[in-house]
């Protein structure tokens, strides 16, 4: 980010510290000043809190009787041994990673087909439909999946019959029920975002298409997608964080199935890890969770930048 | 981070923020000095500064010369205490407190049930070092607050170890550990597991209410030929113990300093077969215990009975209102040659380690468990039963009537059998995990993935792993 301010401009705003520290550029003082408020909130809410809990992931407790009170003492990788090892670390984490594998292309490919429907000279009522595609998005997660359990619970279902033969519920069914859920709630917002980035192609190009002879299907596969694979890319990384870091909906779930237990997710797991209280494991569980989401990201970046620039 | 879920659940909250506030206090002036010189550098060094000086103050405790000793504040200090339960309608024993106490004022906030998020909160407090004088504990997790280091020995505060002799049995060894001159909590609330049934539909289909678990499980078989269910059996955590509670088996004992886990022992099958039994033929309904597919079979009449505790007065009127008046409460059966029941739920009130007030709290909280005008307002308005001998005749509102329950005086039909709770019981220090798992693997065992005994054998093993993650010694 480059911020090129009149010199006036910046005496008004940040006299003192702008003229004292003449080592630096002479924008040093509104840069600080200006950058200063996110610095203290990023490093209250965000790099404390993650570094504490690196911090806690070394540790773990000693005690010296039945009832004793616990101290805390180095613990160098043992609670990321124990992370490792827990068998529902690894259930949580294959739960998301069969959404991740199936959920997300959907949600991706329905944003896409929405966004390239309502961008389309073809649709009438564009404006409706793009209110209606995104109008789920603007439904919290919480309420979209009480709403959704109430349709799938046979004794609560409008139509019971249906939601008998599927089953949602059971543990068979019940990643489908989840899927259902979110795919309804977020294909809205990437088809927003695809449509926002359609929106900046110039017409011409369009055009030059058209003079080319090719059709409304070729136009849409061969110039609108390619021009807006970043914004694809980008639905795409965030789909994959939010999956990972899925929490809301399966809780809400779980009080209409028994298929849900308080360790389906990994945010569940480390949420219920806390509460045993396990500070320690709960802390090495995310971190490993953030490393995760982390790597999985950049993958998927490096793996679709290539596709989508070479 | 909040979650609202059915009707039970209500939102729970990550309580963080006194862990939080701490961090922000120390950090804002490292702060402000690094940005100015190199800003990344300083922030990580500040990060791991703060964390560091925050685990080394969690670990730092009291240091008086006799911490249990409990003496009262200067006379003419007028004392304000801090409290918070999730008894409904507490505010009003808190109120008839104040107004006969000028000089020890009680603060009081309801919060959210333990398990949705309160105890997490205190747990937080504790870890923070700054928690409230007074809170309230669930039987089964006053082991847990007392390893966390968080509950204070009441043994030595005046008048609470003579009350002794006025407690339910059962209710004092769940709050002392059966250890002597430990107290650590002032039971409050008791649940002598009952049977709630639809009195009318038993007497229709001409089913003799079951007094025994054989005679169960022949009613649940004449239930099921009627098109009912006789109950419903949750996943939920905290119900399955109690099965092996009233039976006289221990899932946890203390062998000096060793913790030792029983939940999976051979001579504990009995039990689980016994429910398994009832799993396998179809017998009953599996459905989230009190949320809304639960609460539509038991309006519907399709569940005809409910065990449960004095809770029960208030979440079965709640989740089937078009059944009123046909409701009636007795005993939960027995072993047969047995009298021996089970406490589902219930909890005490307890002091926290780090209360400035150990002796005015402890004054507050013995005479909200055991003056008869506390346990009236306790019973009437928030529907608890108080863990006190013969609790019915020396608070006479307690021998009202009930017209949801057919006009039966509930509170007195439970006091003819609450000392059947069996007292030889210890809660396990890590009941959090051990409910968790529990309820994770019984979902499973209910949907027919595995038996309820191998559900059991898997929260044996994980809750072997919590113990000792807690740094205490165990065996099984």
Not at chain 2, 31 to 36: A, E
Not at chain 2, 86 to 101: A, C, G, K, M, R
Request: proline content about 5%; some cysteine; aromatic content about 10%.
């Amino acid at each position: 980010m480059t911020v090129n301010l009149p010199a006036g401009h910046l005496e008004r705003s940040a006299p003192t510290s702008g003229r004292r520290r003449m080592s630096f550029t002479s924008h040093t003082g509104a840069i600080l000043a200006l950058v200063a408020p996110f610095l203290i909130l990023l490093t209250l809410f965000y790099l404390v809190p993650i570094g504490y809990a690196l911090v806690q992931s070394f540790f773990k407790l000693e005690r010296s009787s039945a009832f004793g009170s616990p101290r805390e003492v180095f613990a160098g990788f043992e609670q990321y041994v124990h992370v490792l090892e827990n068998a529902a670390f690894w259930g949580s984490l294959g739960r998301v990673g069969v959404l991740l594998v199936t959920m997300v292309p959907v949600m991706i490919l329905l944003g896409l087909l929405f966004a390239l429907l309502i961008d389309s000279t073809l649709v009438k009522g564009r404006r409706f439909f793009r209110l209606a595609f995104f109008a789920p998005y603007a439904v919290p997660g919480v309420i979209a999946a009480i709403m959704w359990g109430f349709f799938y619970a046979p004794t609560l279902s409008p139509l019971p019959g249906v939601a008998e033969s599927l089953n949602l519920l059971d543990s068979r069914g019940i990643m489908i029920a989840l899927a259902n859920i979110i795919v309804w709630t977020v294909s809205g917002f990437n088809m927003l975002i695809m449509y926002s980035a359609l929106q900046a192609v110039p017409q011409e190009l369009y055009e030059a298409a058209r003079m080319d002879g090719a059709g409304n299907v070729r136009i849409a596969v061969l110039v609108k997608v390619p021009l807006i694979m970043p914004s694809i890319i980008m639905t795409g990384v965030l789909s994959i964080i939010g999956t990972l870091q899925l929490f809301n909906e399966p809780t809400v779930l779980k009080t209409l199935s028994k298929a849900v237990g308080l360790d389906f997710t990994p945010n569940m797991l480390v949420f219920n890890t806390a509460s045993i209280p396990n500070y320690n494991l709960a802390a090495a569980t995310s971190v490993v969770l953030a490393l995760l989401t982390a790597a999985l990201s950049f993958v998927f970046l490096r793996i679709t930048q290539k596709r989508a620039f070479e | 981070m909040k979650v609202i879920t059915g009707k039970f659940l209500t939102a729970s909250t990550v309580g963080s923020e006194g862990e939080n506030f701490e961090l922000a206090d120390s950090d804002v002036r490292e702060d402000t000095r690094m940005v100015k010189r190199n800003a990344r550098r300083g922030a990580v060094v500040a990060v791991l500064l703060g964390a560091l000086a925050l685990s080394a103050c969690a670990s730092s405790g009291g240091s008086s010369s006799d911490p249990e000793s409990c003496t009262p504040a200067p006379k003419g200090e007028k004392v304000t205490l801090s409290l918070s339960t999730w008894i409904p309608n507490f505010q009003e024993t808190v109120d008839l407190w104040n107004s006969e106490h000028p000089d020890i004022q009680v603060d009081y906030t309801e919060v959210t049930q333990g398990n949705q998020g309160t105890y997490q909160t205190y747990l937080n407090q504790i870890k923070a070092g700054k928690t409230a004088d007074l809170g309230y504990f669930d039987y089964d997790v006053l082991p847990t607050f007392r390893i966390a280091d968080g509950l204070r020995n009441l043994y030595k505060c005046a008048g609470v170890a003579d009350a002794q002799d006025k407690f339910i049995k059962s209710a004092w060894t769940a709050t002392t550990f059966g250890q002597d001159k430990s107290i650590y909590g002032l039971g409050l609330d008791f649940t002598p597991e009952g049977l709630f049934y639809r009195a009318d539909l038993f007497k229709q289909a001409g089913i003799p209410v079951p007094t025994t678990w054989d005679e169960y499980y022949q009613a649940a078989k004449a239930v099921r030929a009627t098109g009912g269910y006789i109950a419903n059996l949750p996943s939920w955590g905290t119900f399955w113990p109690t099965n092996w509670m009233q039976a006289g088996k221990k899932w946890f004992e203390l062998d000096g300093d060793t913790w030792k886990v029983n939940i999976a022992t051979d001579e504990n099958k009995q039990i689980a077969d016994r429910l398994q039994q009832l799993v396998d033929e179809k017998l009953v309904t599996t459905y989230p215990l009190f949320q809304d597919e639960y609460s539509k079979a038991l309006n519907d009449g399709v569940i005809w009975s409910q065990l449960g505790g004095p809770w029960g007065f208030r979440l079965i009127p709640s989740s089937a209102a078009d059944t009123a008046g046909n409701w009636s409460l007795t005993k939960m059966p027995v072993i047969d040659g047995s009298t021996s029941i089970a406490s589902w739920g219930g909890a005490a009130m307890g002091v926290f380690k780090n209360s400035a007030h150990p002796y005015e709290a402890a004054e507050f909280a013995l005479w909200a468990t055991t003056d008869p005008k506390a346990l009236a307002l306790n019973s009437s308005r928030g529907g608890i039963f108080p863990p006190i001998k013969d609790v019915v005749s020396q608070v006479p509102e307690m021998q009202a009537t009930n017209p949801f329950f057919g006009d039966q005086a509930v509170f007195k039909e439970m006091n003819s059998w609450a000392e059947d709770v069996n007292p030889e019981w210890l809660w396990g220090p890590t009941m959090v995990q051990v409910n968790a798992d529990l309820e994770s693997e019984m979902a499973k065992a209910l949907s027919g993935q595995q038996t309820i005994f191998d559900a059991l054998k898997v929260v044996q093993g994980n809750t072997v792993d919590a113990i000792k993650s807690q740094g205490l010694s165990v065996t099984q």
